[in-house]
């Protein structure tokens, strides 16, 4: 077994491991942590198929590579507008909870429903 | 089975473990904890897959960074989560194992399946690096051939300060991001916070440097000169600019906006947009990637730090 099929295969079983906690995480923060880890298994995927493009002496075709690079740091900027999203939620609705009808919590405001 | 796929497969299973763990843990600040192991193992995953530049960005930003602003949120949330939803119900959650299960399984076969032999740009990519000068493919790719992406991804970088700022309550507006952070100015943190930061600093510019030629280069100088920075901030040794500052504004828009400039150029000068004359090819990307350290330092550190909370005169 080569390397690119031992982390293919782990890259697609982490994107179904991030799809899960997207979906079933009812927390803003559990599921951006599960989004990010459904990214970094669609980066590793790419990073994969850049491994098979190995030539030309550079083990690693580079133009994935810099595709890559360039998406980790977008998924980065947008991780934090995400998080910055979510703690002002948290200030101003005082509970974090993404149903349209906020629960009638001692710290809930219910004009922000 | 050689010692290397041995190790290979081993790593594989111990970044699948702590990416299931850290979607089931109970406590979320333990799952940004698992997150960022997870994101530092992956780096060694990229250098086993022979992408050294890579694994720098994911070690320096995807764990290092990315784990740092989870960890805040997760500390300053972490009373709320006892009053928050209960999880979902048998039955959603029975449907989403086996849609993810099954998207799991699909991936996996293609992977399996992939055509032979693979396609690849990389000998293009490398016979045309006399063009540039630079020795590093991918920092060819990044700055030359691909151009375009390099530099509007810049302005995503300035768009979501932008959108990070915005969410200022009105009368923060124009003021410090973040609470003002105070350590024993005899600690460990203070102490580090003066040690590291002078080496930290040429480390930055010397992977901007050898990044012409070598793994390295704007994103990884800028990550690591953003996390000094940081660490000064957290000691309590300097405090956030005020997000009003002029200056800090005109080093915010350096990076993209070096690289309109040039890219304009080229269209007033040259064939196309983007296209450096090959004579000074070189030095025009030497001065965008020293614009767009700046700015990638400065914004990733900002982005940390978050909304503006405290008036500009405190």
């Given at each position: 077994?080569?390397?690119?099929?031992?982390?293919?295969?782990?890259?697609?079983?982490?994107?179904?491991?991030?799809?899960?906690?997207?979906?079933?995480?009812?927390?803003?923060?559990?599921k951006?942590?599960a989004?990010?880890?459904?990214?970094?298994?669609?980066?590793?995927?790419?990073?994969?198929?850049?491994?098979?493009?190995?030539?030309?002496?550079?083990?690693?075709?580079?133009?994935?590579?810099?595709?890559?690079?360039?998406?980790?740091?977008?998924?980065?900027?947008?991780?934090?507008?995400?998080?910055?999203?979510?703690?002002?939620?948290?200030?101003?609705?005082?509970?974090?909870?993404?149903?349209?009808?906020?629960?009638?919590?001692?710290?809930?405001?219910?004009s922000?429903? | 089975?050689?010692?290397?796929?041995?190790?290979?497969?081993?790593?594989?299973?111990?970044?699948?473990?702590?990416?299931?763990?850290?979607?089931?843990?109970?406590?979320?600040?333990?799952?940004?904890?698992?997150?960022?192991?997870?994101?530092?193992?992956?780096?060694?995953?990229?250098?086993?897959?022979?992408?050294?530049?890579?694994?720098?960005?994911?070690?320096?930003?995807?764990?290092?960074?990315?784990?740092?602003?989870?960890?805040?949120?997760?500390?300053?949330?972490?009373?709320?989560?006892?009053?928050?939803?209960?999880r979902?119900?048998?039955?959603?959650?029975?449907?989403?194992?086996?849609?993810?299960?099954?998207?799991?399984?699909?991936?996996?076969?293609?992977?399996?399946?992939?055509?032979?032999?693979?396609?690849?740009?990389?000998?293009?990519?490398?016979?045309?690096?006399?063009?540039?000068?630079?020795?590093?493919?991918?920092?060819?790719?990044?700055?030359?051939?691909?151009?375009?992406?390099?530099?509007?991804e810049?302005?995503?970088l300035?768009?979501?300060?932008?959108?990070?700022?915005?969410?200022?309550?009105?009368?923060?507006?124009?003021?410090?991001?973040?609470?003002?952070?105070?350590?024993?100015?005899?600690?460990?943190?203070?102490?580090?916070?003066?040690?590291?930061?002078?080496?930290?600093?040429?480390?930055?510019?010397?992977?901007?440097?050898?990044?012409?030629?070598?793994?390295?280069?704007?994103?990884?100088?800028?990550?690591v000169?953003?996390s000094?920075?940081?660490l000064?901030?957290?000691?309590?040794?300097?405090?956030?600019?005020?997000?009003?500052?002029?200056?800090?504004?005109?080093?915010?828009?350096?990076?993209?906006?070096?690289?309109?400039?040039?890219?304009?150029?080229?269209?007033?000068?040259?064939?196309?947009?983007?296209?450096?004359?090959?004579?000074?090819?070189?030095p025009?990307?030497l001065?965008?990637?020293?614009?767009?350290?700046?700015?990638?330092?400065?914004?990733?550190?900002?982005?940390?730090?978050?909304?503006?909370?405290?008036?500009?005169?405190?």
């Amino acid at each position: 077994m080569s390397a690119v099929t031992v982390f293919g295969l782990c890259a697609a079983a982490a994107v179904g491991v991030g799809l899960y906690g997207l979906i079933t995480n009812p927390q803003p923060l559990r599921k951006i942590i599960a989004f990010n880890l459904l990214g970094s298994g669609v980066f590793l995927l790419f990073g994969i198929i850049g491994r098979r493009g190995a030539a030309a002496g550079s083990g690693n075709d580079p133009v994935p590579q810099a595709l890559v690079i360039t998406g980790v740091v977008v998924a980065f900027s947008a991780t934090a507008l995400a998080i910055a999203l979510t703690l002002r939620l948290f200030e101003t609705a005082g509970s974090m909870t993404l149903r349209s009808r906020a629960p009638t919590g001692p710290n809930s405001d219910p004009s922000a429903g | 089975m050689s010692i290397a796929t041995l190790f290979e497969i081993v790593l594989a299973a111990v970044v699948l473990g702590l990416a299931i763990w850290t979607i089931t843990v109970s406590e979320t600040y333990s799952a940004a904890v698992g997150f960022v192991a997870y994101g530092l193992l992956v780096a060694l995953i990229w250098v086993r897959l022979d992408a050294v530049d890579v694994a720098m960005t994911e070690a320096a930003i995807g764990g290092g960074l990315g784990g740092i602003v989870l960890l805040g949120a997760a500390a300053r949330l972490r009373e709320s989560e006892a009053m928050t939803a209960e999880r979902p119900g048998r039955v959603v959650r029975l449907c989403a194992a086996a849609l993810s299960a099954s998207i799991a399984m699909v991936l996996a076969v293609a992977v399996l399946i992939l055509p032979d032999p693979a396609p690849t740009l990389a000998p293009t990519v490398i016979s045309n690096a006399g063009a540039t000068g630079l020795a590093n493919p991918v920092t060819n790719v990044l700055m030359a051939f691909r151009a375009m992406d390099t530099m509007l991804e810049k302005v995503v970088l300035m768009l979501a300060i932008v959108g990070v700022w915005s969410l200022a309550s009105d009368q923060a507006w124009g003021g410090r991001p973040g609470p003002r952070h105070e350590a024993d100015p005899n600690g460990v943190l203070a102490f580090l916070a003066r040690l590291t930061p002078p080496a930290g600093i040429v480390i930055g510019i010397y992977l901007l440097w050898t990044g012409a030629d070598h793994p390295g280069g704007a994103f990884q100088g800028g990550a690591v000169l953003a996390s000094m920075w940081l660490l000064v901030i957290m000691a309590g040794l300097a405090d956030t600019p005020p997000v009003s500052s002029r200056s800090l504004r005109l080093i915010l828009v350096a990076g993209p906006g070096v690289f309109l400039v040039v890219g304009l150029g080229g269209l007033c000068f040259g064939p196309a947009f983007l296209a450096y004359p090959v004579a000074f090819a070189k030095p025009l990307i030497l001065g965008i990637e020293v614009a767009m350290t700046l700015t990638i330092a400065a914004t990733l550190a900002l982005l940390l730090a978050g909304a503006p909370e405290r008036s500009a005169t405190r």
